[in-house]
């Protein structure tokens, strides 16, 4: 077996894998890279593989870091199945139409706007492409194993991170290697835990958090703190957040702060038609999670929502105070940056950071202290408040990737420590080795191992 690592090496995006065994070949999830320029530019770059010669993909979860590149890889002749759980799948039909939407009108804006250095700027990939990628998805159970190509045998395990999230052990040439995907923490307050992994030669693990332990503290009440003063000064509180899973928990946390007394009822807009389709699954994913149908009805109804363009654009318009929830979670592109344009000036206002954000993205540079930043080819002063939850991620943190990687039934022979910056992820390997005694690595982009 062979094991290529062509996305999130190195960096906490991009996720891509490549597995050769007996002449075929499957990939890992295929995800866009996000954040700075730089990261962005290896979108376009020439693939280090024929997309004709994979004969199958399996997607870990729905996420635009691990699925967002699939239509750039049909677009570049990719045919065979995509294999991922009905969760997965249902969130893709939402994920990857919006994200190609989101590339044709990057472009159409960059063109009439003129700031782009392409004459014309064009889409990584179109809305057909899209929908051609989706018609090559085959949902699968968790928990039963089938044949992703001949001699791939593939099982899917919940990996708590987000509706339909797995992690996947793939047995091909008498070697299992198990890859984590996004693992979610033991203790979310409305994903169930992931589940324990099977036994496995070698493992891939993300390392997101791999240098630091998620804060002991009440989730609604470090909300709560952020919140009240921006609301009891009338101000505009804009909380980019990533469209699935993170902005459904920022809304029953919302719903039950109003609930109990302890925030006013301000109104709150849900501005991310990702977001509300994404809603309305968790009621159709009761068994994923452990929200009663109270509680989902709760969620669902804690915002106003924000469908078309017209009713974005006149968000901007109102006053506080007001909360306005919307995608993207790293303020990367869509309706969030308008917001921020129209509010950020203003030292009344707040801009709420929901998660981890990556360097070379703006919310990595507001959780850095920017004074400015760089919308559409123009510079906007950041006048407003900046917060940041620390304990709203929905990642493992390092104590909970080590404590799940002890459910390992025996040790692997290697551990690769991916889909983390190099800090984080240099401190999990050092702990891997110390703590449990396992032979890991950190593979650079592009690495091949021999297994």
């Known amino acids: 077996m062979r094991l290529s690592f062509f996305g999130a090496a190195g960096t906490v995006t991009g996720s891509r894998y490549l597995i050769e ?12 890279f996000q954040g700075g320029k730089e990261l962005r530019a ?32 049909v677009r570049a002749g990719f045919g065979g199945p995509i294999y991922c759980s009905e969760g997965t799948f249902e969130l893709c039909k939402i994920l990857l139409p919006d994200s190609a939407h989101l590339q044709e009108e990057d472009a159409k804006f960059a063109n009439k706007r003129g700031f782009s250095r392409h004459k014309p700027a064009l889409p990584l990939y179109t809305r057909e492409d899209a929908d051609k990628c989706l018609d090559l998805f085959t949902a699968r159970a968790r928990e039963v194993t089938f044949q992703a190509a001949k001699g791939f045998e593939v099982t899917l395990r919940a990996a708590g991170h987000v509706l339909g999230s797995c992690f996947a052990r793939i047995k091909a040439s008498d070697i299992a290697i198990t890859v984590s995907g996004d693992l979610g923490r033991s203790d979310d307050p409305i994903l169930k835990p992931p589940a324990a992994p099977l036994a496995s030669d070698y493992l891939i693990c993300e390392s997101t958090y791999g240098n630091r332990s998620h804060p002991k503290v009440d989730r609604e009440a470090e909300l709560l703190m952020q919140l009240l003063p921006a609301v009891e000064r009338g101000g505009v509180i804009v909380i980019p957040a990533f469209a699935v899973g993170r902005a459904q928990t920022l809304l029953l946390h919302i719903a039950r702060l109003k609930q109990d007394g302890r925030l006013a009822d301000v109104p709150v807009f849900l501005d991310s038609p990702m ?38 654009k006149a968000l901007d318009q109102r006053i506080g105070p007001m909360i306005i929830i919307s995608a993207s979670g790293m303020a990367t592109g869509g309706r969030v940056v308008h917001h921020l344009k129209a509010f950020m000036t203003d030292p009344k206002n707040l801009v709420l950071l929901a998660g981890f954000q990556a360097p070379g993205t703006r919310g990595g540079s507001l959780a850095q202290g920017a004074q400015s930043l760089r919308i559409h080819g123009q510079e906007y002063p950041v006048r407003a408040q900046v917060g940041q939850l620390q304990s709203a991620s929905s990642h493992a943190d390092a104590d909970e990737l080590l404590a799940w990687m002890r459910c390992l039934p025996q040790p692997p022979r290697r551990v690769f420590i991916t889909h983390g910056e190099s800090e984080a992820s240099a401190a999990l390997h050092g702990r891997i080795e110390r703590e449990l005694g396992w032979k890991a690595e950190v593979p650079a982009l592009g690495a091949t191992a021999d297994l």
């Open 21 to 32: 065994a007996d002449g075929r070949c499957v990939l890992v999830d295929c995800g866009l």
């Open 275 to 312: 977001a509300i389709d994404a809603s309305a699954l968790y009621h159709r994913f009761m068994h994923e999670h452990r929200l009663s149908e109270a509680e989902c009805d709760l969620m669902c109804r804690a915002a106003s929502l924000v469908n078309s363009p017209e009713q974005s």
């Open 42 to 73: 290896r979108n376009w770059t020439r693939l280090p593989f024929d997309p004709r010669s994979i004969d199958a993909v399996v997607l870990t979860h729905a996420h635009i870091d691990h699925s967002g590149f699939l239509p750039a890889l």
